[in-house]
């Protein structure tokens, strides 16, 4: 058994099993999101290539999703991602990423 201290100072047991899974799905979320990222970054490049406006690709992403959700193609919990969403489209959008705001 692994043993983690708790917020009170005493010591947690989990399983082998337990622990396993659990950084197996901390690993399988984090690959999950490099994943979502890559493909919002390259949408947002599409977007930026055909002349839309950096202030204008979040809300075109933004109403995408929402129309994603409303046609029942994405589950009802996925509402629970908007802000990573977010947060994913603004680190594709970061000076870094468009060096060149002319594009």
């Not at 396993?20 to 890559?38: G, K």
């Not at 929402?66 to 489209?89: F, H, K, N, Y």
Request: aromatic content about 4%; glycine content about 4%; proline content about 6%.
């Amino acid at each position: 058994m692994s043993h983690f201290p708790s917020g009170d100072g005493k010591a947690i047991s989990l399983s082998p099993a337990l622990h396993y899974a659990l950084i197996s799905a901390d690993a399988q979320h984090r690959a999950s999101l490099d994943v979502l990222r890559d493909a919002i970054c390259e949408y947002v490049e599409d977007l930026r290539e055909q002349g839309m406006p950096r202030h204008e690709v979040a809300n075109a992403i933004r109403r995408r999703v929402t129309e994603m959700r409303s046609s029942g193609v994405t589950a009802p919990l996925a509402a629970r991602v908007d802000g990573i969403v977010d947060e994913l489209v603004a680190s594709c959008l970061e000076p870094s990423e468009w060096p060149r705001e002319s594009r």
